[in-house]
């Protein structure tokens, strides 16, 4: 986890505070076969602010838990933000 998350943000350090919780979800890929995707989500902290992402993504922000939470179009993205906040992880 702590690789993915250097290879997409270029965060180096890092320190993982917390599990929070599992989604899981199908799509369709562009060749037309479905695909299953299984994403963990943890409560971690960094004191770096200057981001360097990946080709995967278009941009990034930081933001309060209100501002994400209004952002979040997807349920489960919601659900597992509320989780976290209501664990009092934020």
Same mark, same amino acid.
């Given at each position: +986890?702590? *690789?993915?998350?250097?290879?997409?943000?270029?965060?180096?350090?890092? =320190?993982? +505070?917390? @599990?929070? %919780?599992? $989604?899981?979800?199908?799509? +369709? !890929?562009?060749?037309?076969? *479905?695909?299953?995707?299984?994403? !963990? @989500?943890? @409560?971690?902290?960094?004191?770096? *602010? =200057? $981001?360097?992402?990946?080709?995967?993504?278009?941009?990034?922000?930081?933001?309060?838990?209100?501002?994400?939470?209004? &952002?979040?179009?997807?349920?489960?993205?919601?659900? &597992?933000? $509320?989780?976290?906040?209501?664990? %009092?992880?934020?």
């Amino acid at each position: +986890m702590i *690789r993915e998350v250097r290879e997409e943000t270029g965060i180096r350090y890092l =320190d993982v +505070m917390s @599990f929070i %919780g599992t $989604i899981r979800y199908s799509y +369709m !890929k562009l060749n037309g076969i *479905r695909s299953h995707k299984e994403v !963990k @989500f943890y @409560f971690a902290t960094t004191p770096t *602010r =200057d $981001i360097v992402i990946s080709y995967e993504h278009a941009s990034y922000r930081w933001v309060s838990f209100l501002s994400a939470l209004n &952002i979040l179009a997807h349920r489960q993205l919601k659900s &597992i933000l $509320i989780k976290g906040h209501r664990t %009092g992880l934020y």
